[in-house]
């Protein structure tokens, strides 16, 4: 019997995030197959390196360098040290000149392109995820490497329609080249952050009332017309109907984040609201949350979104945009109609009341299941099997 063929997969650390808790389940259930040998290059250490050694042989390389607008000239001084012949001998090292019929090289996302010069020229299948929706993939990588990415890799695995609409349109990618794949979610679990901590807890440093209904929007970026979730908010916060309902708002350091401070500076005579900085407190903040607000124009990369319902929190969100048609199957009744901020605010009102009784109610509950079932792990490794068993047969 033949060994089975190899899968080398990359991604660039092990941080405990919500990214990656996500790919050490990734790995796992892509080991668990047994259809092809699992091995893992990581860029960079972090503290869930043991985990994803405990499911499959995992292999560190710190000093790999990785493309940032900062470092340029680290990049340069890299390619004088670093030529043809050096390339082949950190090659041998690595392991990745050995390479047989059949086998196959995974990127986890853009920033995997190092690789990509270490593999000889008539070397493995490559297959690569796109998380990028909402920036422009020129944001992650440079032009050169994202010119290696389109001319090396024999799969793209856009996450999102607006991703797949870039390579194919801007990057001359050939449609059947770049197939899109649903996201990869996991519950927040006790492997995050601040797990130890009690929600209690968390909620009192930030002044929030432990017995508010805790709406929650995060993940701003200029494109976010953020008044809008202040409009709502305010209609709901004057209702009389509902519990006591507070807006928990984690927002990038951008100029949308900056207008929502204004907001909430100038609602909070009108209520409670809070603000958090947007950065690896997300998946905290998301843990602080009843209810998931996106009510903007954009939404082309609405994976925290997913997360949080994956978490069991309730999402609504306007119609018009992709998160919208990514829950629409699930989630009639929390797509409201755009820019309807009294449906939006009905709608969260309902949510509150059922919340505070007991739980989400059964729309909600629906949301949340769907999620699970479509945005897992298993979803993850049909869709890349499947890529690369087309790209690479054994």
Known sequence: MTDPARLLVV????ERTAEGV?????????????????????FAGGPLVEDLARVAPTTVVADLPRWSPDALAERALFALRRPAAG???RARRLGLDRW?????????????VQVLRYLPTDGPAVVCRVAEGEVPLLHSVNPADLALLVARVDRFLPVTAAGRRELVEEHGVAEARARRIRDLVVPVDDRFPGSGRSLADRRAELGIAPDAVVVGSFGATSLDPTDVTAVVWALLAGRADVPPVELLWAAARTPAGFWMEHDLHHLRRGGAAHG???GEELDAAMGLCDVAVLLTRAGHCPHGFLQAAASGVPVVCFEGNEL???L???ARDDVVPFLDVGAAADRLA?????LRAGGPDRAARALIEGVRQRYGPAAAVAAITEAVAEVAPR
Request: charged content about 20%; glycine content about 10%.
């Open 87 to 89: 390339y082949r001998r």
């Open 350 to 354: 309902g949510l509150a009341r059922s």
């Open 22 to 42: 996500a790919f050490v389940d990734l790995v796992a259930a892509l080991a668990e197959t047994g259809e092809r040998r699992v091995e893992v290059l990581l």
């Open 11 to 14: 991604h660039h650390g092990a």
């Open 328 to 330: 629409v199957a699930d």
């Open 276 to 278: 958090v900085a947007l």
């Open 100 to 112: 047989a019929p059949g086998d196959a090289v995974y990127l986890h996302g853009l920033l995997g």
């Open 324 to 326: 919208a048609d990514v």
